[in-house]
C-alpha cells in the first residue's frame, strides 16, 4: 500500500478532516461494525465507524473502550437519531460525549437539535441521507460531511434515487465534503466517485464479509454467493422500525413468499413469531434484525443485508485485503481511463 499511495496518491482534503489515509469510510452497519472490525479498517487506512444504533450505553463503552484499546485512530459512533427513543438516544450521546468522542455519523431523517447538541461540544458530524432536501438540512443544521446513499445500497435505504445521481445533485452547491454510499464494493466505484468530485465512499457489503466482521459466517457466505440481481427491496422487515422504512436484502424465503408484493407492509398487521435468538434474546421474523455471529434458529429467513455492489465480494478476507484491493483497483482506474488517444 505505501508503495502504491507514493505513485498515486488518493487522499482528499476529506481525509485531512477526519484523519485517515484513505477515502474509503467503513460503514456504521448496526452489530456488524463493532469494534474488531472498526479497528481493522482504521488500522489499515480507512475510516471507522462503530455501528451502534439502539445499542446500550453499556456496550457503546465497551465497544469504545475496546476500539481505544487497539489503536490510536480516529472514529466516529453511527447512531439514528430518528429511530430511536429519544432517551436512548441522549443517553447514548452523553456516554459518548463523557468518554471524548469527537466524531459522529447520523442517519436517516435529520434530526437539527442533535446535530446541534453534538456540533456544540465540539464534534465532527457526518450525516448520511437519501434525499437532497435531507443533505441540504444535515448541511443547515450544522453536517461536516454529506453521505449521499443510494438505493443501491445494503441495509436501511433512505430514498430512492442512485447513489450518484444523488452525489452528483448533492455536490451541485454542497460547501461539506460529499461522500458516496450504495453498491460499492470495488475500486472502480472509488475511482468513479473521486473522479465526479466527491472526496470519498461509504461501503458497507464489502466489510461485511471480511474476517473481523460481526455478522454471522451464514450472512457472509450468502454474500460472496450472491450475484448482482439476488438483492430486493422491501419494507416487509420493518418491525421495530417506522412503517414504510425500506430495507434492500438478499432475496430468500420471506421475500419469495410475498409474492411480488415487497413494499407496502404494515408492522402492526405482520404476525409476531419467533424465528431465533441472540444473546437469551428472542429475535422476531420480519424484523430488522440480521444475523450476528452468535445468532442461532432459522437465519434464512432473517434480514441479510447486501447492498447491488454485492457481485463484487467474492470472498471472505481480512478487512485490511478488502481495503487494500479497493484502493489497487481505484489507482488502477483512474491511472488507465477508457479515453482514445490522441
Ligand atoms: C448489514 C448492514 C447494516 C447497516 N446498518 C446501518 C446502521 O446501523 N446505520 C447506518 O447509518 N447505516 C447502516 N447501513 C447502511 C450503510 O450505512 C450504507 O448506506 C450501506 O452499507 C452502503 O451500501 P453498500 O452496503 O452497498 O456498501 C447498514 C448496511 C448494512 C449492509
Not at 76 to 101: E, F, K, M
Not at 174 to 202: D, E, F, N
Request: charged letters at 20%; a negative charge; hydrophobic letters at 45%.
Amino acid at each position: 500500500m505505501d508503495a502504491l499511495d507514493r505513485k498515486f496518491d488518493l487522499r482528499t482534503p476529506l481525509c485531512d478532516l477526519l484523519g485517515c489515509e484513505l477515502p474509503v469510510l467503513l460503514a456504521g452497519m448496526g452489530g456488524v461494525a463493532r469494534a474488531e472490525l472498526a479497528v481493522a479498517v482504521a488500522q489499515a487506512g480507512g475510516f471507522a465507524m462503530l455501528g451502534m444504533v439502539r445499542e446500550s450505553p453499556e456496550l457503546i463503552e465497551a465497544e469504545i473502550r475496546a476500539f481505544r484499546a487497539a489503536t490510536d485512530k480516529p472514529f466516529a459512533v453511527n447512531v439514528i437519531p430518528s429511530a430511536t427513543d429519544p432517551l436512548l438516544l441522549q443517553a447514548q450521546i452523553s456516554r459518548c460525549l463523557d468518554l471524548g468522542v469527537r466524531a459522529f455519523t447520523f442517519f436517516w431523517d435529520v434530526v437539527p437539535a442533535v446535530v446541534e447538541q453534538v456540533k456544540r461540544e465540539g464534534c465532527l458530524v457526518l450525516h448520511q441521507v437519501g434525499t437532497l432536501a435531507s443533505a441540504r438540512q444535515a448541511e443547515d443544521a450544522g453536517a461536516d460531511v454529506i453521505i449521499a446513499q443510494g438505493i443501491e445500497a445494503g441495509g436501511h435505504v433512505h430514498g430512492r434515487t442512485g447513489a450518484f445521481a444523488l452525489a452528483e445533485a448533492v455536490l451541485d452547491g454542497a460547501k461539506v465534503p460529499v461522500v458516496v454510499s450504495g453498491g460499492i464494493t470495488t475500486g472502480r466505484g472509488l475511482a468513479a466517485a473521486l473522479t465526479m468530485g466527491a472526496q470519498g465512499v461509504q461501503c458497507g457489503t464489502a466489510f461485511l464479509a471480511t474476517t473481523e466482521s460481526w455478522a454471522h459466517d451464514y450472512h457472509k457466505a450468502r454474500v460472496v454467493q450472491a450475484g448482482t440481481d439476488d438483492t430486493v427491496l422491501t419494507d416487509v422487515f420493518v418491525l421495530n422500525w417506522p412503517k414504510g422504512a425500506a430495507v434492500r436484502v438478499l432475496g430468500n424465503s420471506v421475500t419469495e413468499g410475498l409474492s411480488g408484493r415487497l413494499m407496502g407492509h404494515d408492522p402492526a398487521e405482520l404476525p409476531r413469531e419467533v424465528i431465533a435468538h441472540d444473546s437469551g434474546q428472542p429475535l422476531l421474523r420480519f424484523s430488522t434484525d440480521s444475523p450476528m455471529r452468535h445468532t442461532t434458529g432459522s437465519l434464512e429467513e432473517m434480514a441479510l443485508y447486501a447492498g447491488q455492489g454485492v457481485s463484487g465480494v467474492t470472498d471472505i478476507v481480512p478487512a485490511a485485503e478488502r481495503l487494500r484491493r479497493i484502493v489497487e483497483d481505484a489507482v488502477d482506474c483512474l491511472r488507465h481511463p477508457n479515453l482514445r488517444p490522441g
